[in-house]
Nanobody, 122 residues
Framework: VQLQASGGGLVQAGDSLRLSCAASGRTFSTASMGWFRQAPGKEREFVGGLRWNGASPEYADSMKGRFTISRDNAKNTVYLQMNSLKPEDTGVYYC????????????????WGQGTEVTVSS
């Protein structure tokens, strides 16, 4: 199983970015996934997750209303649309797949992508 996260970059506060997570060896229509991020010097934190059965995405409280997760089954890709970005959103964003436990716990996922870096300047 391989996950490829992409779409990160350097943006200004208030801008938007869309991250992509493409999977091979596993399909998002049969396996739940999560987005996490890790800021320098901080622990990895939950951003949001999408269950395989198409239930509404779940988000960390600080991301609600600004971030949106969507899925394209034909491309086997999940997207993280991030709007109204803030400097505190800076970090490396990871996608993960195959959930065994709480959707908001990093330890619940079996496979991880390499991450894509997002930097938001003030």
């Amino acid at each position: 199983v391989q996950l490829q996260a992409s779409g990160g970059g350097l943006v200004q506060a208030g801008d938007s970015l869309r991250l992509s997570c493409a999977a091979s060896g596993r399909t998002f229509s049969t396996a739940s996934m999560g987005w996490f991020r890790q800021a320098p010097g901080k622990e990895r934190e939950f951003v949001g997750g999408l269950r395989w059965n198409g239930a509404s995405p779940e988000y960390a409280d600080s991301m609600k209303g600004r971030f949106t997760i969507s899925r394209d089954n034909a491309k086997n890709t999940v997207y993280l649309q991030m709007n109204s970005l803030k400097p505190e959103d800076t970090g490396v964003y990871y996608c993960a797949i195959e959930l065994r436990g709480r959707i908001d716990a990093a330890g619940s996922y079996r496979y991880w992508g390499q991450g894509t870096e997002v930097t938001v300047s003030s």
